[in-house]
Nanobody
Framework: QVQLIESGGGLVQAGDSLRLSCAAS????????MGWFRQAPGKEREFVAA????????YYAESVKGRFTISRDNAKNMVYLQMNSLKDEDTAVFYC?????????????????WGQGTQVTVSS
């Protein structure tokens, strides 16, 4: 019942920045924990970042801590991932996900809804 659509991916140079966006529809966005995951070629999907329903708690994978920032705008039904100092190992398809649970989780199996993904390619 919730549809998520990611945008903002592309091809960038190492050290550059990108801002990914996720637009939600069909549900009560403000009541969902939101997360970003990514899947690189030949690897399993991994957790990147998550944010509580009201934005007062955030969690990041160690590999992106200090470089990426997750945020949300409940009035616009949007969640964002600001990515700075991008590295070639960040290259992956990035997915937006929604979880109706009360608490933030890094477990992909806990998320109920998923977007189609947006490709991020970082060249060095």
């Amino acid at each position: 019942q919730v549809q998520l659509i990611e945008s903002g991916g592309g091809l960038v140079q190492a050290g550059d920045s990108l801002r990914l966006s996720c637009a939600a529809s069909g549900g009560t966005f403000s009541r969902y924990v939101m997360g970003w995951f990514r899947q690189a070629p030949g690897k399993e999907r991994e957790f990147v970042a998550a944010i509580s329903w009201n934005g007062d708690r955030t969690y990041y994978a160690e590999s992106v801590k200090g470089r990426f920032t997750i945020s949300r705008d409940n009035a616009k039904n949007m969640v964002y991932l600001q990515m700075n100092s991008l590295k070639d190992e960040d290259t992956a398809v990035f997915y937006c996900a929604a979880d109706g649970a009360q608490y933030i989780t890094t477990r992909d199996r806990s998320y109920d809804y998923w977007g189609q993904g947006t490709q991020v390619t970082v060249s060095s």
